[in-house]
């Protein structure tokens, strides 16, 4: 995600940090390259002008000049500076949903994920404890209508149409009523798109707000399509008011000009982003986490809770209970795994790692987990809790089983016995602390007791 930006970024800054002093000189080299960056990441000219302006204003003086750590000063600045920019005040950051019958037209031009969007935000909404029902009126594209039933079913969220009519306001009127008699409290209205806006798509758009009087109305746009992205939704904004965006793709976005504009140049706030393909990758936007990672200091905070939500706390303590034990296997080791890969991809968890967003040449092979689950899943369930009775007889079966060779098994068992023999270790060095009140064994060094 910005990886092109980031990485520009964090050498103007290793530059910056290497100086025991900064003159205004070099902080003025430093925010051309920071402008040339921002210009090359598409991000609008008059934001990156003004931008770079109330930043190295901020930058120049005296405090900063005569710090101790000016790079590190410069950096928090701008750290700082990008978080403003893409948030403003932060008060509409939330959507808009109260108690009772929530609306939410989900507008946007084709290809931009809005019915996927639509189907992310319902799962969304459903692990929150709402009950949101979605609603066709995308009645002009092919199969727009089956698309929303099947993510409907994926997500365990009805799903209104009506294939008999083109009467889009007649829809979602019904829609309402049959919501409100299933008890749902949410209503996701998902509507036609177009190549470019037209007056027919705003006329219909038009009339559907002023129908159902919706508390969000979201254009779903493409971060990759950076600028383009930006005067779609100042044209949407103009013709319908538009009060929040979803920013979809944004993991695919290497630049950031859509992000880093959107907010500047609108005034209206990226409220969500699609971060990946699977039904639960659409998150919250939070600015600050993304600047972290974009200069390379992570954001531990999101990857926690992603932890949180897909680690099962009995099987967590289990697991404790074994690690201490010694008595871990291979059973176990699947799970883990398995937790792993449902908090996203690999290269997503490291990008929230700090240091490890932008490591050139680190390869993240995705094929590796898939490789393993295989072999563990071609095992007996006994061979799974009791992983010394492969014999080579049964490794060869298991490598048949798996689409493997017996070397990737062997490297398997051998990668779990040695995580085994540090575990032991690591369980004889926590009992002799503890027989020792917590101190390092062989105590403390003569002159260096405590009185």
């Known amino acids: 995600m910005f990886d092109a930006l980031g990485e520009k970024l964090q050498k103007t800054f290793r530059n910056l940090r290497g100086r025991g002093k900064l003159s205004e000189s070099n902080i003025s080299q430093a925010m051309r390259e920071i402008r040339l960056a921002l210009l090359e990441a598409d991000v609008n000219f008059r934001v990156a002008r003004d931008f770079v302006a109330t930043t190295q204003a901020k930058c120049i003086g005296q405090e900063v000049l005569n710090s101790i750590t000016p790079g590190q000063q410069v950096v928090k600045i701008v750290h700082d500076e990008l978080i403003a920019l893409m948030s403003g005040e932060g008060k509409d950051q939330a959507l808009n949903l109260p108690g009772g019958m929530a609306t939410v037209l989900m ?16 799962k969304r909404l459903i692990a929150e404890g709402r009950k949101p029902m979605l609603v066709a009126c995308d009645v002009y594209r092919p199969a727009a209508i089956d698309q929303l039933e ?12 009506d294939r008999a009519t083109q009467d889009v306001v007649a829809i979602a009127a019904a829609a309402r009523k049959v919501a409100l008699q299933q008890e749902c409290n949410v209503l996701l209205v998902d509507t036609a798109g177009r190549l470019h806006i037209d007056d027919e798509l705003i006329d219909e758009l038009v009339r559907l707000r002023d129908k159902l009087k919706p508390h969000e109305i979201l254009l779903v746009a493409d971060a990759a399509t950076g600028q383009e992205a930006v005067s779609i939704a100042e044209r949407f904004d103009k013709a319908l008011g538009v009060t929040g965006v979803v920013l979809t793709r944004l993991d695919g976005d290497a630049r950031g000009g859509a992000a880093l504009s959107m907010r500047a140049v609108t005034g209206k706030p990226i409220k969500l982003v699609g971060v990946g393909e699977k039904l639960d990758a659409l998150d919250v936007f939070h600015p600050d986490r993304l600047v972290s990672r974009l200069l390379g200091m992570g954001d531990v905070v999101s990857l926690v809770e ?28 699947l799970n883990q795994l398995r937790q792993l890969r449902r908090m996203g991809s690999l290269e997503q968890i490291m990008g929230m790692l700090p240091g490890m967003g932008n490591v050139k040449g680190m390869a993240v092979d995705e094929s590796e987990l898939t490789r393993i689950e295989a072999i563990i899943l071609s095992m007996t369930p006994q061979e799974r809790k009791q992983p010394n009775i492969l014999n080579p007889s049964r490794r060869r079966r298991v490598a048949a089983g798996s689409g493997t060779n017996v070397v990737q098994v062997n490297q398997l068992i051998n990668r779990f016995n040695q ?17 020792m009140g917590g101190r390092m064994p062989g105590g403390m060094p003569k002159g260096m007791r405590f009185r």
Not at 107 to 122: E, I, P
Not at 314 to 323: H, V
Request: charged share 25%; glycine share 10%; hydrophobic share 35%.
């Open 150 to 161: 099947t993510l409907g079913q994926e997500v365990g969220a009805p799903v209104y149409s």
């Open 107 to 122: 507008v946007g031009l084709h290809g931009s994920g809005k019915t996927t969007t639509t189907g992310k935000l319902a």
């Open 419 to 435: 995580m085994k023999k540090m575990m032991k270790k690591m369980g004889k060095l926590q009992k002799q602390m503890a027989r």
């Open 306 to 333: 992603k932890a949180q939500a897909v680690v099962d706390e009995k099987q967590a303590m289990d697991l404790e209970q074994k690690l201490l034990t010694q008595q871990l296997d291979l059973e176990d080791f």
